[in-house]
């Protein structure tokens, strides 16, 4: 993500408390990563002092894994933070080519008086705006002040005891997300859970997926997840993150689930072009994902997330068909020239083999 953007963290303290792609998912070449893939993974690695990173890229032809430091596996669940977004993004985006909802749908019609108070409007807030991060909603998980919240009406009350942002402009907020599950929950009579495992999870095969809602274990396999400290934060209460974060994954199911997104598996092509519309944040955001230029002149897609005890980058092509996913076991902001460089290491023509 690029580097302006917050990303959802939520601190030790307070989280302690038939849509096709039938197949199942090819086995890796387990040869290991190419040797510019390896550098700069293990760069990751020591430049920064996290425990251990993992690796996995597939071209279509075969895919790679790898890891630097100890204690990583290829199938192990882990928690995926903010790439949750893009699946809450692609439930909402289904709902709008269903005809069910439109994106420039008010959120005062979804849910009325929801958002009111110290400035902010729910009638001057689309879901567009939310998709966007340009409503201006004061991102929740940046109080440190308020009490920890484990529904989405109290994020959404810490919220709203802050006046908003200049609507229309972005800024990366955590309230859009809980806001856009509970539309979801409006919408269709479920949660956004229950709507992503009918929609994505069980149609693509995502067998290492799942929304832990107040479970604070991970499932098995896993391994172990530290803070910066050094901290095992393993388990923990993921509803503080909710729809913007409480995600739990693989290398393998979030390599399949974006290359079915860009590759137009998840979505028609008017909702495809959506998703990749970032006139509204100038090139910066779409609705759910994120474009990279890299060094050679392509541009990837895909978002990434940070909780505590993870962070985790997922990219592709435009075409869906390639794709890097990596993730660290512990939750530091990635350095932007090490992230570009792995990127670059799979995607770039220097880097392939």
């Known amino acids: 993500m690029p580097r302006l953007r917050a990303l959802l963290a939520v601190p030790l303290a307070l989280v302690l408390c038939g849509l096709g792609m039938t197949d199942p998912p090819t086995e890796p070449d387990r040869t290991g990563l190419k040797d510019p893939q390896a550098t700069a993974l293990a760069r990751l690695v020591t430049d920064t002092g996290t425990p251990a990173a993992a690796l996995l890229t597939d071209d279509g032809e075969r895919s790679r894994f790898g890891t630097a430091g100890s204690g990583l596996g290829r199938d192990d669940r882990f928690r995926a933070g903010s790439v949750t977004k893009s699946f809450v993004a692609t439930v909402v985006l289904q709902l709008a080519a269903e005809a069910r909802l439109r994106l420039d749908d008010t959120v005062e019609q979804h849910l009325p008086g929801l958002i009111r108070g110290h400035g902010n409007n729910g009638r001057h807030l689309t879901l567009r705006s939310l998709l966007s991060h340009t409503s201006g909603l004061f991102p929740y998980t940046a109080d440190g002040a308020a009490p920890v919240p484990l529904t989405p009406s109290q994020a959404v009350h810490t919220a709203l005891t802050h006046y908003p942002g200049p609507l229309g402009i972005y800024a990366y907020s955590n309230t859009n997300y809980v806001v856009l599950g509970m539309v979801v929950q409006q919408v269709t009579g479920h949660t956004y859970a229950a709507e992503a495992e009918r929609r994505i999870i069980a149609p693509l095969h995502l067998t ?146």
Request: hydrophobic share 35%; aromatic share 6%; with cysteine.
């Open 208 to 353: 290492g997926t799942s929304f832990p809602g107040a479970r604070t274990t991970l499932p098995s396999p896993h391994s172990r997840a530290y803070s910066p400290g050094g901290h095992d934060v393993t388990d923990l209460d993921p509803r503080p993150a909710g729809a913007a974060g409480e995600l739990i994954s693989t290398l393998a199911d979030l390599s399949r689930f974006y290359a079915a997104l860009l590759g137009g598996v998840l979505l028609p092509a008017p909702q495809r072009r959506e998703l990749l519309d970032t006139a509204a944040t100038h090139g910066v955001y779409g609705l759910g994902v994120y474009p990279e230029r890299l060094s050679c002149g392509l541009t990837v897609w895909g978002h990434n997330g940070r909780i505590s005890g993870s962070s985790v980058r997922a990219a592709v092509t435009p075409d869906g068909r390639h794709t890097t996913v990596f993730r660290i076991n512990t939750d530091i902001t990635l350095n932007p020239s090490l992230e570009l460089s792995l990127l670059d290491s799979e995607f770039c023509p220097a880097g392939r083999p």
